[in-house]
């Protein structure tokens, strides 16, 4: 139905041709019959529409609805519309079940080496020697108890992404979640060789003590009690592997991301997909668009020429003559979409509401500022009085509307860009409204004097003008060349759509954060650069680099068409504006990023967009953002960020988060593992001298509920500051570790280490209590031991507010009450711990402590925060012997993954919009095929498409551009860039009609514009190497 509206329309009533037949429910048509209308384009929609409902105006009247005011605003009807058509939205994806969710936490690395231990310890506990209970079965809850199946960040999405083919690899994890397994991996792997060194010593120095040394035999009758030591030495073995596996990380992280998603939707930040948090912490660059993103949406008329004046602001309705202004103000109203308007503000104090096309609304916010009003010359002619409409779109890149005037005589108004309706010109309107010769000298001189010195601003430059024909000279209607010409000025006025007043401060974090910001958009190359300007994204005096798509599109292919990696590597580095662009060179750019190899590390993509044919983009980039306010539904699926506000600033905050959620995370791991380094060494090396570990199996249980649990809701609820912005992205290789942590981790461990063995060893002496070394298999709990476990627990607390800073600041307690889960996390801690060792008696292995001996636990606990400042003062870079852990997957582990994806993503992203019913991928091959046939009959391009095919307002219809290709580059900014619809339809493949909307299709490295000549339309359909069209036939 695309041609339908690119058609010139007479409005007048017609006949029904065709009858329509009853259908079920009392409508014309079957929901089957519009679904096959949808999947038709161009002139097999016209004519299955023309064979089927003789017109537009008869598939309207078969829908019952009108094509100027839509449905009425009837409940019973809309219901039962519902009913017969169902609903216009996208389902939802069926959500999986707990079963399901639980099923996919239990595959994660380390909760596998914790099932097993759980299953080994269970097994163990039915072990029972004759007439003693086992201390198996006392201790067994403590292992199986480290089960924590709870979900991981990868397994944590609301919506989880389609499955891929059978024979391809599922996607790869997450930077975050891949260094974390990897990390997990290793660790559990010398968790389990320390744990099997730890039962083979101790079972060979029970052996050799009790069989070589003492001499004694293997009677059968002791046999129960040999096989309980050795279970009970299994048992340490396990409780060294418990301890040593780092079981809170896949809670740390979903704690982390599950707690920043909730606070990033304060900041306008709807996360769909967990892992898109934290990766965009590691962005290192920003590819956005332009309108509603940057600029404020709402255009708005700054400078015009009217009466041979130049105004740089709005003038006063007194300088103008009555005749000037009266004719603007007609031009303005009635050549625009009737459902165009400007409604009074929702809220006090708010500006006008802007509805329908922003171009549009610019023009009548123009005249309300003007002191005039549309709506009466609207009501005076309304739409149905309408002679004929000329709709606007990027072929003619102008529209006009001709109304019959009182004297039987007809007036077209137009509207378009400056360059091309200066064109057609022949007169202007002067100071006193008399019109003047307006010949290509003068039209030169405007454009040097007026119109390049407002594109240079930054503005669209819009001409409006108007004819007059009498009734004896009625021309030829469908001859539109010749209709609009002949034309005369009224007014020349530049628009501009405002650039958010926060947008350069947010773009100036980003650049001083390491992020590259590039603006990608449909408008003209000038717009784009005084807007990027504006925003700060070019500066004067730098290296960078500003391309059309055309231009774009030259510069990285090669003669055959193809687009080269290395022409690619050239170009986007100093890249910054991407102007005149389709959702094809937004992929193209994104996917160009992603797969080069010239920097040291990958780049990690961020993108924006709001149309429909922005679903690839979003797809591939590493974080997709879609617009929440001018989104489409197929942009939101495709998405993993949803911009509530549609506002650039809500990206920096997401950085922000996904810094403080990678940050939280290192915080988390340096505390977790001191306290694993710690736990190891006291519980082998405890076990090899002592023939027992200090520290019991439920105590290492409470233990392990601090530096998982509470450690995970205490470290990762940390608040984001402005400073994680001062310094550069991690990028994806950086390790979890850093050199800095290290330090930190074994500087600490050495403190604990000492204080826990001078404990262990001469702690008896010191307190003047029982030696609890070597004690009976089941002797009661020694206050020996209770005390190396509350020591052990009070430097955990007290090492957990050093863990809150992991780059080497002093200042540790900064910000500590502005995190009060923190600090209730801390105090309760501490009070459970004190109930435990008070009152926990032999189920704690604990014997209640004195006011000193609690003292003395405390100071030493203390001791952790000043031997922080110690270890802060040592400089890392002298310390060359500290090595980095953590590191993520290397190339060759992601190769194969990522090319499985990118096999994949066209086939993924175009199932996506079939959901929304936007064919974009059978669109573009149409759109080849419509190039070929454009072709072959180049002599009679426009023939066919010009002619009145009804008889209803084209206002109602999306228009669809011809495809004339002209190598010529506008160098001043066009009407039809950032209008309502900027994004959806810059391919040629248009969606449903709305009501009242203009297209404005743009194409990668295609020019639309209208030439009657022969030479245009016999020169431009080369398809040589290097050409526009070849490089567009080639990339379709």
Partial sequence: MGDVANSSIEFHPKPQQQREAPHAGGFGCTL??????????????????????????????????????????????????????????????????????????????TLIILEVAAIVSLGLSFYAPPGEESEAKKQDGAVAMEMQPLKSAEGGETEEREKKKANVPKKEKSVLQGKLTKLAVQIGKAGLVMSAVTVIILALYFVIETFVVDGRAWLAECTPVYVQYFVKFFIIGVTVLVVAVPEGLPLAVTISLAYSVKKMMRDNNLVRHLDACETMGNATAICSDKTGTLTTNRMTVVQSYLGDTHYKEVPAPSALTPKILDLLVHAISINSAYTTKILPPEKEGALP???????????????????????????????????????????????????RMPDSGFRLFSKGASEILLKKCTNILNSNGELRSFRPRDRDDMVQKIIEPMACDGLRTICIAYRDFSAAQEPDWDNENEVVGDLTCIAVVGIEDPVRPEVPEAIRKCQRAGITVRMVTGDNINTARAIAAKCGIIQPGEDFLCLEGKEFNRRIRNEKGEIEQERLDKVWPKLRVLARSSPTDKHTLVKGIIDSNTGEQRQVVAVTGDGTNDGPALKKADVGFAMGIAGTDVAKEASDIILTDDNFTSIVKAVMWGRNVYDSISKFLQFQLTVNVVAVIVAFTGACITQDSPLKAVQMLWVNLIMDTFASLALATEPPTESLLLRKPYGRDKPLISRTMMKNILGHAVYQLTTIFTLLFVGEL?????????????????????????????????????????????????????????????????AIQIVIVQFGGKPFSCSPLSTEQWLWCLFVGAGELVWGQVIATIPTSQ???????????????????????????????????????????????????????VKAFRSSLYEGLEKPESKTSIHNFMATPEFLINDYTHNIPLIDDTDVDENEERLRAPPPPSPNQNNNAIDSGVYLTTRGTKSATSSVFSSRPGSPLHSVETSL
Wanted: charged share 25%.
């Fill in 353 to 403: 509401r802007q509805v329908g096309n922003k171009t549009e609304c610019a023009l009548l916010g123009f005249v309300l500022d003007l002191k005039q009003d549309f709506q009466p010359v609207r009501e005076q002619i309304p739409e149905d009085k309408l002679y004929k409409v000329y709709t606007f779109n990027s072929v003619r890149k102008s529209m006009s509307t001709v109304i």
């Fill in 766 to 830: 010191f307190f003047d209590i029982d030696s609890g070394r070597n004690a009976p298999l089941h002797s009661p709990p020694s206050e020996h031991y209770t005390i190396i476990f509350n020591t052990f627990v009070m430097m955990q607390l007290f090492n957990e507010i050093n863990a809150r800073k992991i780059h080497g600041e002093r200042n540790v307690f900064h910000g500590i009450f502005g995190n009060p889960i923190f600090c209730t996390i801390v105090l309760g801690t501490f």
């Fill in 32 to 109: 089957a019959e519009l679904c096959s209308l949808m999947e038709l384009r161009g002139a097999e929609a016209l004519q299955k529409v023309q064979e089927t409902y003789g017109d537009v105006g008869g598939l309207c009247r078969r829908l019952k609805t009108s094509p100027t005011e839509g449905l009425a605003d009837n409940t019973s009807d809309l219901e039962k519309r519902r009913q017969i058509y169902g609903q216009n939205f996208i389902p939802p994806k069926q959500p999986k079940t707990f079963l399901q969710l639980v099923w996919e936490a239990l595959q994660d690395v």
């Fill in 879 to 933: 310390l060359k012997c500290l090595k980095e852990a953590g590191h993520g997957p290397g190339k060759d582990e992601m190769t194969d993954e990522e090319l499985a994806e990118g096999e994949e993503e066209i086939d993924h992203a175009e199932r996506e919009l079939r959901r929304g019913q936007i064919l974009w991928f059978r669109g573009l091959n149409r759109i080849q095929t419509q190039i070929r046939v």
